[in-house]
T-cell receptor, first 112, second 114 residues
Framework: DQQVKQNSPSLSVQEGRISILNCDYTNSMFDYFLWYKKYPAEGPTFLISISSIKDKNEDGRFTVFLNKSAKHLSLHIVPSQPGDSAVYFCAATAGNNRKLIWGLGTSLAVNP | DTAVSQTPKYLVTQMGNDKSIKCEQNLGHDTMYWYKQDSKKFLKIMFSYNNKELIINETVPNRFSPKSPDKAHLNLHINSLELGDSAVYFC?????????????FGDGTRLSIL
């Protein structure tokens, strides 16, 4: 049973446009969410996170939005750049839990 | 000055063999992890150590044995390798034991069983 779902396996956008990557979760105990980015043949790298006490967190071109009632979060990349082409993983954790629960990832292609 | 380094990067071996994967981090973190990414690209935690103590031990066959000689190292030994063990194994580290601490990953070890 997948508690963190990224329903779009892939996404393609034009350079300069907005990329929106979506993530849904089923466990209402999750209270902290992280996004990781992964290039081929490399490990995931931490990108941005959000606590459930917030509904938005911004870091440069990256913004994460959290809608707790819908159990949904999204990562916005504006403007998208070709170097953003990678797999993006959504991950979630609950309270003092020591485990991260990961989604399956969305492969983003930013076309020049 | 790689932060989390795993060796080897590639491992091709026969079914039934025993192999080890090594991981070292120079970030001064106190918690280290082993993840398995299977053919469906699903990242699943296997083990986690905090200051050499095992704190996460998922449902993993006991052919897999982690060892942490110190908090900067976490090795994974696999006995009697099976075809289903083919995957990418990632080592990671973090400061603190909780899931909300960003984890830093190595580049993975690609294990192929013939």
């Amino acid at each position: 049973d997948q508690q963190v779902k990224q329903n779009s396996p892939s996404l393609s956008v034009q350079e300069g446009r907005i990329s929106i990557l979506n993530c849904d979760y089923t466990n209402s105990m999750f209270d902290y969410f992280l996004w990781y980015k992964k290039y081929p043949a490399e490990g995931p790298t931490f990108l941005i996170s959000i606590s459930s006490i917030k509904d938005k967190n911004e870091d440069g071109r990256f913004t994460v939005f959290l809608n707790k009632s819908a159990k949904h979060l999204s990562l916005h990349i504006v403007p998208s750049q070709p170097g953003d082409s990678a797999v993006y993983f959504c991950a979630a954790t609950a309270g003092n839990n020591r485990k991260l629960i990961w989604g399956l990832g969305t492969s983003l292609a930013v076309n020049p | 000055d790689t932060a989390v380094s795993q060796t080897p990067k590639y491992l091709v071996t026969q079914m039934g063999n025993d192999k080890s994967i090594k991981c070292e981090q120079n970030l001064g973190h106190d918690t280290m992890y082993w993840y398995k990414q299977d053919s469906k690209k699903f990242l699943k935690i296997m083990f986690s150590y905090n200051n050499k103590e095992l704190i996460i031990n998922e449902t993993v066959p006991n052919r897999f044995s982690p060892k942490s000689p110190d908090k900067a190292h976490l090795n994974l030994h696999i006995n009697s390798l099976e075809l289903g063990d083919s995957a990418v194994y990632f080592c990671a580290s973090s400061l603190g034991v909780y899931g909300n601490q960003p984890q830093h990953f190595g580049d993975g070890t690609r294990l192929s069983i013939l």
